[in-house]
């Protein structure tokens, strides 16, 4: 058996009396979603700027919950895809072998744990999604079969070869999944969106602590059994990825489709849009500085920046955005 990844057994322990005693798959009841939209906020207002605008609110109530039904459906659609598309698949490749030939089969297990706690997310943001489509009588204006994330991984793949695909795809899912847990926390702690919201979000945060320290751990462990041509390959295409993955929609594509359902002329949506974008701006750029940083700090943890030439292109790419 490798040594490599023999975790202790009081560790072991305590990641299976962790997962019985709160997987949110193994305690949580069914979230139902409120009867009434229209009386309380499902999604919180400070997360879409428009529903706050004037000339939105001036539409009615109905109007705002429309509004923010359809953040609800984006944000519910996109868990789904991050689980069922990425996360889980990087689980079920890790179980099988494909990742880590030698991790030992407790990795294997909690690895498992992951696929069940993922699932059950999916499920729990689709069942959401369901309630939502009959209580509100309100359709998605679409249903993603992808998004901004999962395109930025994509392109990981493509500007890579084959043989680094499996050491990134764990890489990119660690990060993906400390990103999701910060997240997850920030908009469970808004504080005018409905209880049913809040608690979806705190549901899945009290799982996804722990699966960032999993894939944290196996990053740590794994790294640095790889060559030193793919970490470094790997290493010195992050800070370009993380733009990518972090990056913002600043021509607010989804927002003026949503705008264009409203009973509003083409100059209302432009102004609508034009005097919330000083603020979506900003609020965008705060999002992707503390995120980014909180992502290097978890790279400098994990050793992937213990390569010089991977931290020197940290320092290239941070003097070209100054
Ligand atoms: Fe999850
Ligand atoms: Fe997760």
């Not at 962790?18 to 305690?27: D, E, F, I, L, S």
């Not at 030939?101 to 499920?123: F, K, N, P, S």
Request: proline letters at 3%; charged letters at 25%; hydrophobic letters at 40%.
């Amino acid at each position: 058996m490798s040594t490599v990844f023999q975790a202790s057994e009081s560790t072991i322990e305590d990641a299976v009396s962790r997962w019985y005693g709160n997987a949110t798959v193994r305690n949580s009841p069914r979230v139902l979603v409120p009867a009434n939209i229209v009386e309380e906020n499902i999604f919180p207002k400070s997360r879409q700027l428009i529903a706050e605008h004037q000339i939105v609110t001036s539409l009615g109530s109905e109007a705002v919950a429309y509004v923010l039904a359809q953040s609800t459906y984006k944000y519910m659609y996109e868990i789904g895809l991050l689980e069922t598309r990425f996360v889980i698949d990087c689980a079920l490749k890790i179980i099988n072998g494909e990742i880590i030939a030698q991790a030992d089969e407790q990795t294997r297990r909690e690895a498992i744990t992951i696929v069940i706690d993922e699932g059950y997310h999916a499920y729990v943001a689709l069942d959401f999604i369901i309630q939502l489509k009959a209580t509100s009588g309100i359709e998605p204006l679409s249903v993603p079969q992808t998004n901004g994330n999962l395109d930025a991984v994509r392109r990981g793949y493509a500007a890579l070869p084959e043989s680094m695909h499996a050491p990134y795809q764990l890489l990119a899912t660690c990060l993906a999944e400390h990103t999701l847990t910060k997240d997850l926390l920030s908009i469970g702690r808004e504080k005018e969106a409905t209880r049913t919201f809040t608690q979806v979000m705190t549901d899945h945060v009290s799982d996804e602590g722990r699966h960032a320290n999993y894939f944290a751990t196996l990053v740590r462990e794994h790294w640095r059994t790889l060559d030193v041509d793919t970490r470094r390959r790997i290493g010195t295409l992050l800070p370009a990825y993380l733009d990518d993955y972090l990056a913002a929609d600043f021509s607010r594509r989804f927002d003026r489709s949503v705008l264009e359902q409203l009973a509003l002329s083409p100059g209302e949506i432009e102004t609508v849009l034009g005097e919330t974008q000083t603020r979506y701006v900003a609020n965008a750029k705060d999002y992707i500085d503390v995120t980014r940083k909180n992502l290097v700090k978890l790279l400098e943890r994990t050793g992937v920046l213990d390569d010089e030439a991977v931290r020197a292109a940290f320092a290239r790419h941070d003097q070209a955005r100054v």
